[in-house]
Structure formats: C-alpha cells, structure tokens
C-alpha cells in the first residue's frame, strides 16, 4: 500500500488521498476529456497502421482470474503488433492464486517480470487494489461488474467512427442497464460530450439511481421506457445489452423479457440513416441474425475497432 | 446523609446526548462499551423535543478519540458530544463526517475485494440530492448512510 500522500487537519490517521505510482488505467473516470480524445486520436493512427515496433523488448502480462475471449485476444494481439511479447494465464485455475496467493503479491511477483499488467478479475475493486499495490502501470480488462475501460474507449470509438461527432448525439441504452458495467461507463464517458439517453429496460433491470443522479448532477437530460419496439426512431445509436437468466428471480417473467428485447430487422425500418447498432458482446438472443446483414449493425466492426483501441492504450500506460 | 444520583453529574468524561432511541444500543456497541471498566450510565425512550425518543451515554474519565465520534457520526449524526471536566462542559464536539473514510467501514458488496484480500477499507462521503451515500473508493458501490456496517 502506497503511503498517504495527504492527511487534513487532525484527522490523520482517518483520511487519506492516494495518488496511483503509474499510468495505471482503473475506471474511465480516471481519463480528463482530453486524455479520452487523445485515446481515440492515437487508435485512429493504429487503425492506418496497426504493425509498428514500438513495444520492442517490452513484456507485457495479461492476467485472467476469469475467462475471456475478445478482450485477452485483442490486448494479446495489440501487444505482439507492437512488437511487445506476452505472458501471463487466461485460467485463475493455473496460477498462484489457486494455491490461495493473495492478489498482492501475485502482482508484485509478476511486476518483476512485466512492464505492464494486463488484469481480468472476478472481484469488483481488484484493478484499484492492484494499481495502488503495483509498481508497474495496471490495465483494468474488467473486474467484476465494475469497470472495463477499455470496452468503454472502444464504444466511444465505434460512435466517432460511425457518427463522425461525439457531440449532442441520442444514445438508446437497451437491456440490462441494471447490472451492464458497459452500459454505466458509456454514461460516465458520455457526459463530456453532451448527449441525450433513452433507457429501456424491463422493470427488474431498470437503470441504477446512482447513474440518473449522475445524469441529473451533469445536465443529461434522460428517459426510461420499457418497451423496445419504436422507441428508437430518434436514435443515433443503439447499445444493445445482454439479458441475462440468471439475474430474474421468476424465470417466466425472463422468458417474456428475452423475446420483448430481441431486435429483428423489421423493427430498424423507421429509424435514422446514420443509426449504428452496437453491442458489447458475446450476443445471446437479444439480436436476431437477420439484423447482422442490415448497413446499421455495426457490433462485429466494433469488436475490431477493440484492437486500435488497446494499441493505443498499451502504448499511453508504457509512455515515458 | 445527603444521598446523591450517580446519573446526575459527571466530573470528568464525556457525554453524548440526542441518540436517536433505536441506535443507542448501536453507539454501545461501536465503542464496545460492553468491555468498558469506566462507569457508564445509560438512559433510553427519554423525551426529547427535537427528536421524539432519545438515548443517552454518560462515560467517566474517557474522553473519545476522533475516529470513534466519527463512527458516532455515521450512525447517529444529530447527536452531540460535550466533553467534560470538573462538572463543566469544557468542549462540544461538532459530528461532521469528512470527506473520506478510512477503515471503520465495511464495504456492502460481497464481491469487493477488500472483503477478500487484507485491504483497508476507503470511502468518499457524497450527497446525492441532499441523501449522504458512502461510495467504496474499490467496487464504486455507493451504500447509504443508515445501511453502513461498521467494523
């Protein structure tokens, strides 16, 4: 644990602030405005020319408690483009921890062989704990339902891209808005650019009060409904989430919840010609295959746009 | 001989008064008064203008440390700490939460990592639309003030 920095008054002992030792990238609240612009500026420049050698000799760790497939293979795949070499576990069940390790000092075991850590972890505030208790910089690849950041950079990519703007655009959040970690971080992220947000989502699964609060204290103005069907029309884009089974109590009632959130073809008729369709990934039911041939459905490119993304991640964290 | 009550004055120590009646017993037991060899008198449901039903606790030669009338802060905000000395109140304590929280508080949610590995708890003290909410500096969970643990 990184000394206290700063104590007020006579409460020492009470109240700390901490700064992290690195570049460590924790939470999207953690990037200005400016250095989240800065992001996509650079992924932008991967994307024209994603083999470059600026990572040469450098190792870089990616350490999975709990499986993944695009993330691990994206960070994995921006590193060795870079010229960067990886190691580290995608199984928790192969590594130290499953000795019962605790998270500290498989870092600092690992801090001695990497430059940067790449980390998944099942526990929320694992990434924090981990970039306060690391001497080298953390990369957040999702800890628990609290943050993925770098999911986050990449939607926020994806809408530039597709939108051309960032600015004053209407952004339908459809789905688990309860328990979607993507879903709080597009808000977070969202609100230095002015946007406007539907929210619909079957009542058991309705948008958190933290997050309207957050909107309200941020001037964003909001609405919640709880049917899909036309509420879209207006939309610039639509982000799409997961329902997930195992978060309904009465399993009837997810059955009737699965197939009102299915979005089918026919329903994008009346929509905008600039709407995009993005999805976090992996897709159960939510949208049907016949959407994926529709020039709107952009959620595979999205996945894609995940790699310049990291590219340009991996590369601010190792910056001198 | 003149016969005196014990309750009626303290010499030395200090007395917190205004304790919401349902959480004097939580104030005892965050200041493990149980375990306490300092006389202590209690007195619960006292009528109380401001507060309907009161508590109060009365501990001889113990002055608090901040962090316990800190944790006093979390549960019981409106009450009020006068130390004193010599039969007179020499200080009032003013119950103000600060801006961070440091270790007395358990975070809420199962799935945080300080309850899993030897981390000290933090937490920002925030206002959301005039309710105080404690958010876990860790998971960013965000718990309100009357459903805080305290360790």
């Known amino acids: ?320 | 001989m003149e016969k005196k009550l014990k309750v009626a004055a303290l010499r030395n120590g200090t007395v917190i008064d205004h304790i919401p009646s349902d959480k004097l017993f939580k104030v005892v037991s965050i200041l493990h008064l149980d375990t306490c060899l300092n006389q202590i008198t209690l007195a619960n449901n006292l009528e109380s203008a401001k507060i309907g039903s009161k508590g109060l606790v009365k501990i001889s030669d113990r002055a608090l440390a901040e962090d316990e009338t800190n944790k006093i802060a979390l549960i019981a905000p409106n009450a009020k700490i006068n130390i004193i000395r010599d039969f007179q109140v020499v200080e009032k304590r003013p119950l103000v939460l600060p801006e961070e929280i440091h270790e007395i508080v358990q975070c809420s949610n199962p799935n945080c990592i300080t309850n899993h590995e030897p981390v000290s708890t933090r937490f920002q003290v925030l206002n959301n639309n005039g309710e105080t909410v404690l958010k876990c500096h860790y998971c960013e969970r965000e718990v309100k003030l009357e459903e805080v643990r305290i360790k």
């Not at chain 1, 610039?236 to 329902?243: A, G």
């Not at chain 1, 993005?278 to 952009?298: C, Q, T, W």
Request: proline share 5%.
């Open chain 1, 1 to 320: 644990m990184p000394s206290p920095k700063a104590s007020f008054g006579s409460r020492v002992g009470w109240i700390y602030s901490y700064t992290m030792s690195n570049n460590s990238l924790v939470s999207i609240a953690d990037y200005s405005k400016e250095e989240i612009l800065a992001i996509l500026n650079s992924a932008a420049d991967f994307e024209a020319n994603p083999n470059r050698k600026t990572l040469d000799g450098k190792v870089i760790a990616t350490l999975f408690f709990e499986p993944s497939t695009r993330t691990r293979l994206s960070f994995e795949t921006a590193v060795v483009r870079l010229g960067g070499s990886i190691i580290g576990f995608s199984d928790a069940a192969t590594s130290s921890s499953s000795k019962g390790e605790t998270l500290n000092d498989t870092i600092h075991m690992v801090s001695c062989y990497a430059d940067a850590i790449v980390m998944r972890h099942p526990l929320e505030g694992a990434a924090r704990y981990a970039a306060e208790v690391s001497p080298v910089p953390i990369i957040n690849a999702g800890d628990g339902a609290n943050q993925h950041p770098s999911q986050t950079l990449l939607d926020l990519y994806s809408i530039l891209k597709t939108q051309g703007t960032l600015e004053n655009l209407t952004i339908c959040l459809v789905g688990d808005l309860k328990y979607g970690r993507t879903v709080h971080s597009l808000i977070m992220a969202m609100s230095h650019f002015h946007p406007i947000f539907k929210f619909i989502a079957p009542d058991e699964l309705k948008m958190p009060d933290e997050y309207k609060v957050f909107c309200k204290k941020n001037n964003i103005p909001f609405t919640e409904v709880s049917e899909l069907t036309d509420n879209f029309n207006d939309a610039d884009i639509l982000y799409m989430t997961r329902v997930q089974k195992e978060r309904f109590q009465d399993l009837m009632e997810y059955e009737r919840v699965k197939n009102v959130y299915t979005l089918k073809n026919a329903m994008l008729e009346n929509t905008k010609p600039n709407l995009r369709i993005l999805h976090p990934l992996p897709r159960v039911s939510e949208i049907d295959p016949d959407v994926d041939g529709n020039e709107k459905a952009y959620y595979f490119r999205q996945a894609q746009n995940g790699l310049y993304i990291r590219q340009a991640i991996v590369s601010k964290v190792l910056a001198p």
